[in-house]
């Protein structure tokens, strides 16, 4: 047992629900408990989708345990198969059915049915949402490409150098992080090196576009969580390479091209030296007339530009899936001047990856999808920037600390009805205005730092976010100093009733700052007093000390510093 409050991914059924709501033509029998069809919702609703996923569940009930679920079974995919006459059928178990063993995989290749039958073994008790979406597409992509797959050891023919290269992108699914977007990105960078697309999958394909994946000259792994164990299979049966770079940020926009002429000996220099202009070369009139540049990212100019320089160095905490989790690590740290404070991920099949990155900063990854593990992790590393999941985002704003989603799991704002990729050029503007937006702006950060008695512009004040100053006090101050919500409700809520000296002095560690030492963190600008408080308390208790003057503050700040 577990005892779980909110849970990164859903059970692995989740995943292959969303393989196929990806997809037309392919129908998903689902032996499931009443109730199940809370699912539907996320799709629906979330993604707001027009049209229910094309699921039909069982929704055995408990007076059904006494009789034959095995049966019910057996109606539903005959009933699915006569109401919606697809192409393909997946039929599998949610967890509660996992238990009453009815194996409906099985019953339902045995009904002869005249149409491909994939049977999904998804273990709910070991696995997750992820690994059920990787497990159904490679299932079935198997399923219907096993009778052409080449035999060992066969050599792709040396394509025609007067033929376009065609590529297939492996990966975008329903419910996934802006898939949607990402895309149509994707595809206009491979125009721009004159590759062709070949099939998309599972976004948007049928079971006919599946039996074309192998007319392409190579793969693009574009999520690995979901596409990674396909495209090896691809590799293998037909001897396609695959492209692994994924291309989120400019630099893994770059190598992302960079790969693809290397793999398929195709000349991208243009296309990469293109990308490179800072400026983008249009500071003239056709700026304000022509759209985003497709061909380069505002971003190398936006970070380097004056305004960006109080970026340098801010403290960021890294949290999602394996894929964007590593690809916010690297824009974070290369392309934006940030310093990673903690990185982690709740993939486990990617967890070797995420490690190596964090080890290259100092850190250990947090592999977990514990989030009450992650949680404490961000409080320990105290960032000024959480870029996370919608988890982190609830982590962050009860610590008071600015964040961004880049990763699912995700709710509705998170699909938004607006062009909002994250991957290829424009990808990288998007980032770049999300991930800076939550913090405070540069000026303002300036002037709060100098001018604390400002009756509007008060401490964790953000005005460009329209934050109420004596709320963002509240949020930031008394529980940094160990106040509790009861306090601030019983003293009626204002925290100036709250802070007096005595009360901030009260440490619930046990050490207390005297009242110089606390004027003094309190000069310290809101958003890194609370990593300072924390390191002089442990400098202070390493040292035995239990009263924290300013002089502590000071001996801390330098040896620290050291
Ligand atoms: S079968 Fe699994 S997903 Fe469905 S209600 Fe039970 S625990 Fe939840």
């Given at each position: 047992m577990e005892l779980t409050l909110w849970t990164y991914e859903g059970p692995p059924h989740v995943g292959a629900m969303r393989i196929a709501t990806s997809m037309e033509g392919v129908h998903y029998v689902l032996h499931a408990?009443?109730?199940?069809?809370?699912?539907d919702l996320l799709f629906?609703?979330?993604?707001?989708?027009?049209r229910r996923p094309p699921v039909t569940y069982t929704t055995f009930q408990a007076r059904d345990l006494g009789g034959d679920t095995a049966e019910m079974v057996k109606t539903s995919v005959r009933d699915a198969y006569e109401r919606f006459k697809p192409q393909v059928m997946l039929v599998g178990e949610s967890c509660t059915a996992e238990l009453i063993q009815d194996q409906p995989g099985s019953l339902a290749k045995g009904m002869s049915l005249p149409i491909p039958i994939v049977s999904l073994e998804l273990p709910a008790y070991s696995k997750k949402e992820n690994w059920g979406a990787s497990e159904t597409l490679y299932h079935l992509v198997r399923t219907l490409l096993l009778p052409f797959v080449l035999p060992p050891n066969t050599q792709r023919p040396?394509?025609?150098?007067h033929v376009r290269p065609k590529a297939n992108i492996i990966g975008p699914t329903?419910?996934?992080?802006?898939c949607r977007d990402d895309i149509r990105e994707v595809v206009k960078l491979l125009a721009e090196i004159g590759v062709d697309v070949n099939v998309i999958a599972?976004?948007?394909?049928?079971p006919d576009d599946l039996m074309r994946i192998?007319?392409?000259?190579f793969n693009i792994c574009l999520y690995p969580e979901i596409a990674l164990t396909t495209c090896t299979w691809l590799t293998r049966s037909f001897a396609q390479p695959v492209i692994k770079?994924?291309?989120?940020g400019v630099g893994a926009t770059r190598d992302f091209i960079a790969e693809i002429g290397r793999v398929m000996d195709i000349d991208v220099s243009e296309a990469l030296q293109r990308s490179?202009?800072?400026?983008?070369?249009?500071?003239?009139?056709s700026r304000i007339s022509s759209?985003?540049?497709?061909?380069?990212?505002r971003l190398p100019w936006y970070s380097r530009?004056?305004?960006?320089?109080?970026?340098?160095?801010?403290r960021v905490f890294i949290f999602g899936d394996a894929t964007h989790a590593l690809a916010a690590a690297r824009i974070a740290t290369e392309e934006l001047g940030f310093t990673l404070v903690g990185i982690g991920t709740y993939s486990r099949e990617f967890a070797r990856e995420v490690r190596e990155v964090a080890k290259k900063h100092g850190l250990e990854a947090v592999?977990?999808?514990?989030y009450l593990a992650v949680e404490a992790k961000v409080t320990e590393a105290a960032p000024e920037l959480v870029l996370g999941t919608q988890m982190e985002r609830h982590i962050a704003k009860r610590l008071g600390i600015p964040c961004a989603v880049i990763s699912a799991?995700?709710?509705?704002?998170?699909?938004?009805?607006?062009?909002?990729?994250?991957?290829g050029w424009e990808g990288a503007n998007v980032i770049f205005d999300s991930w800076v937006h939550p913090l405070m702006m540069g000026l303002e950060e300036h002037l709060i730092g100098m001018f604390r008695e400002d009756f509007e512009f008060?401490?964790?004040?953000m005005s460009h976010l329209h934050a109420a100053p004596s709320q963002e006090i509240r949020r930031d101050l008394p529980h940094e100093m160990g106040v509790s919500e009861q306090a601030i409700a019983s003293a009626g809520g204002s925290n100036q009733a709250v802070l007096t000296p005595i009360q901030v002095a009260q440490d619930l560690s046990g050490i207390t700052w005297s009242a110089d030492g606390e004027a003094e963190l309190k000069k310290?600008?809101?958003?890194v007093r609370g990593k300072i408080k924390r390191n002089t308390e442990k400098f202070a208790s390493d040292r035995g000390i239990t009263s924290i003057t300013v002089e502590t503050l000071y001996e801390a700040k330098a040896a620290i510093g050291k």
């Open positions: 408990p009443q109730g199940d069809t809370y699912a629906t609703m979330i993604e707001r989708r027009d040396k394509r025609d150098p329903a419910l996934g992080f802006r599972p976004m948007g394909a049928t192998p007319d392409a000259d770079t994924v291309p989120i490179q202009s800072d400026t983008l070369g249009n500071w003239d009139a759209p985003a540049n497709p061909q380069a990212s530009s004056v305004d960006s320089t109080y970026l340098t160095g801010k592999i977990s999808d514990d799991p995700i709710h509705v704002q998170d699909v938004p009805a607006r062009y909002s990729p994250q991957m008060a401490e964790g004040h310290i600008p809101f958003f």
